[in-house]
């Protein structure tokens, strides 16, 4: 069977949202960077992969997929006996994976891609920070992060009592976040901090930071 | 026990939801939640949903929210009930996961802005913020144009049946053929098939009955 490729750039959240998936799995995978600096990504052969011009996407054997959080769900479904199982099979159980899923997507992930942006990818890139949007960020952030507390008080992950493809979503964001003042707000929720050092510290997750670095 | 959808009719999100139990032709009870007294950020409302957003979702015991969780919860919990949205074979299964995808992070972030702009702010006794619109309806055109490409080759978003991936774009696709933007639509021949056609659907139908304010 061939090989899954998986088209992207090292250091990109969404990329390394499918790298980590594949990890967990433990599916071999072949990875192609694409030459964002020469605008490969707007450009064919890339576009034919993904019309929207915009990474990861992946190719398994005929099958041409990209947005990450629904490459990593295939996967989960496609592979459901490979590695950690990332989705329970019963309906009622599934649904709650796919809410917290549902919730990174749309609470989570708007505010704190921003943050990562801000914080993160700005400095990388010579460009300085918007204090200003940054302390609003936080603001929304930590709404979102008290929602999360209370969620964690009550089970050990965010769909129940074991790792799943809701966690699995948010690790790359948060690893940014951890990086930078942001990580306070983290520390401030002691079963939000629990969760996030526990999913952090997985294998997967580091040997996906070892293998998803920017070659010089 | 019957399902209950907590939400406001006109709300896009909760016409998805409601969309989709009567493509499903199961029963259900909505209960309204008055989103201009507050309502939703009321404590018996965020005991269901503590972001304090319509719609809400009850099964029994299972609570949920988020509608694109709750459609997909519907579509898998009742797969052998009413129209099948969503193939039982991983790799078909997949595409219909990618467009639904995309109706999440590339069309919808585009329609909702537009129908704020052209549908809501005018209710509000608002006006619409031309060059945000202008900008608006230009992305909106880029990404019609991939669509327009997609629907070249497949009768439907997700393949050639209709699916969750086309479902999910009902209610903004609905709104803004109500507007100026529907030039936009028009201009595509595949898209426009595909609009027209997924807006005939009967449980469409019933659900633009059902969701009026009352």
């Known amino acids: 069977m061939a090989m899954i490729k998986v088209h992207g750039f090292p250091i990109s959240p969404p990329v390394r949202r499918v790298i980590v998936c594949l990890e967990e799995k433990g599916l071999p995978y072949d990875f192609l960077t694409v030459d964002m600096f020469s605008g490969n990504h707007k450009k064919q052969p890339f576009i034919s992969i993904n019309p929207f011009g915009q990474i990861p996407a992946i190719e398994d054997g005929d099958l041409k997929l990209y947005e990450s959080r629904a490459i990593t769900q295939y996967i989960a479904h496609g592979y459901a006996s490979n590695g950690t199982p990332l989705i329970p099979t019963d309906p009622k159980e599934l649904a709650i994976v796919i809410l917290w899923a549902e919730i990174e997507s749309q609470q989570f992930d708007p505010t704190a891609s921003k943050l990562s942006f801000e914080l993160v990818i700005k400095p990388i890139r010579g460009m300085t920070t918007d204090e200003i949007e940054v302390e609003k960020l936080q603001v929304k952030l930590a709404a979102v992060l008290d929602v999360y507390e209370a969620r964690l008080s009550e089970s050990k992950f965010l769909a129940g009592e074991t790792f799943s493809l809701a966690d699995l979503n948010h690790i790359p964001i948060v690893s940014n976040l951890y990086g930078t003042k942001i990580k306070a707000l983290f520390e401030a929720r002691p079963n939000v901090n629990l969760w996030a050092e526990d999913i952090l510290g997985r294998p997967s997750w580091q040997k996906t930071l070892k293998k998803m670095t920017m070659k010089m | ?214």
């Open chain 2, 1 to 214: 026990m019957t399902i209950k959808v907590h939400g406001f009719p006109l709300s896009p999100a909760a016409r998805r939801v409601v969309g989709c139990l009567e493509e499903k032709c199961l029963p259900y009870e909505f209960v309204f939640v008055d989103l201009m007294s507050g309502q939703q950020n009321s404590e018996a409302f965020l005991a269901l949903n503590p972001f304090g957003k319509v719609p809400a979702l009850e099964d029994g015991d299972l609570t949920l929210f988020e509608s694109r969780a709750i459609t997909q919860y519907i579509v898998r919990a009742y797969a052998d009930e009413g129209t099948s949205l969503i193939p039982v074979n991983p790799k078909e299964s997949g595409l219909v996961i990618l467009w639904s995808e995309v109706e999440s992070q590339q069309f919808d972030p585009i329609a909702s802005k537009l129908s704020f702009e052209l549908l809501i702010k005018p209710l509000r006794g608002l006006t619409a913020d031309e060059a945000e619109v202008e900008k608006l309806t230009k992305q909106l055109g880029s990404v019609l144009d991939i669509y327009e490409a997609r629907l070249k080759g497949s009768k439907f978003l997700g393949g050639e049946d209709f699916s969750l991936a086309d479902l999910s774009h009902q209610p903004a696709v609905n709104s803004l053929l109500s507007t100026k933007v529907k030039d936009l639509f028009e201009a595509r021949p595949h898209v426009h098939r595909w609009a027209k056609e997924i807006l005939a659907r009967r449980a469409w139908q019933k659900t633009l009955e059902k969701m009026k304010f009352p």
